[in-house]
């Protein structure tokens, strides 16, 4: 393995430099597709799906390449990128859930129950 | 051959991220409610988790994975202490 001068980065054997290079792309494709989603979609409860999208298929996509790559380059396994993706696995839905919880009861609490054209979501009125 | 490929994906991946940064930081200013602001710094600290992520790709370092784990710890603490205190309007009840 011979170290590069330019970036530092490791020279790895053409078959296993393909899929990593993939991986890369395809999640970076993802987050930006995501936050595309956050800027763009009109209602709030729409925009929030945007980032579950990219911080847990884009996270997912870059550790699995950031695991292959120093495998290959440190020429033993190294799986300590699984904690970062357990953390993010379990604590990314908590997040959204307490947020649309909040949301949803901000909403209430003001009484606006269809705001906007393109409402996603219709909320059930107080009798 | 296989050293230029790897290094236009990781380019062209850190490109990606920092420009969804940037979609994070307009709807961070813009924003026209509380929660959408909070969502957007949580998408934030997620987006700054995975460039560092990238920058120990592209290092071969893995110092920077420890900075990783820790963004998004806190990133966690901070958008569920945000988010309690939308809903209720303090933190710990």
């Not at chain 1, 987050?31 to 799906?49: D, E, K, M, S």
């Not at chain 1, 799986?79 to 901000?106: C, Q």
């Amino acid at each position: 393995m011979s170290n590069s001068m330019m970036t530092g980065m490791h020279d790895l054997s053409l078959w296993l430099a393909v899929p990593v290079s993939l991986l890369l792309v395809l999640g970076g494709l993802i987050t930006l597709t995501g936050a595309l989603g956050l800027l763009r979609l009109p209602n709030f409860y729409q925009r929030i799906h945007g980032p579950a999208v990219y911080i847990t298929v884009g996270t997912g996509c870059f550790l699995v390449a950031s695991m292959l790559y120093s495998s290959a380059a440190l020429q033993r396994p190294v799986v300590h990128e699984l904690l970062i993706t357990g953390f993010v696995i379990l604590t990314a839905p908590v997040v959204s859930m307490m947020l649309m919880r909040a949301a949803v009861y901000r909403d209430l609490r003001k009484g606006n129950t269809d705001n906007t054209p393109g409402n996603a979501y219709k909320f059930p009125r107080e009798h | 051959m296989s050293i230029q490929l790897l290094t236009l994906a990781l380019g062209f991946a850190q490109l990606c991220v920092l420009l969804a940064m940037v979609f994070c930081v307009i709807r961070l200013l813009r924003g026209p409610t509380a929660q959408d602001r909070i969502l957007a710094l949580d998408s934030l600290w997620m987006a700054a988790m995975l460039f560092i992520l990238l920058l120990g790709i592209g290092f071969a370092s893995t110092v920077y994975f420890e900075a990783a784990l820790l963004i998004a710890l806190i990133g966690f603490v901070s958008s569920i202490a945000l988010a309690k205190f939308l809903m209720r309007g303090e933190v710990i009840e």
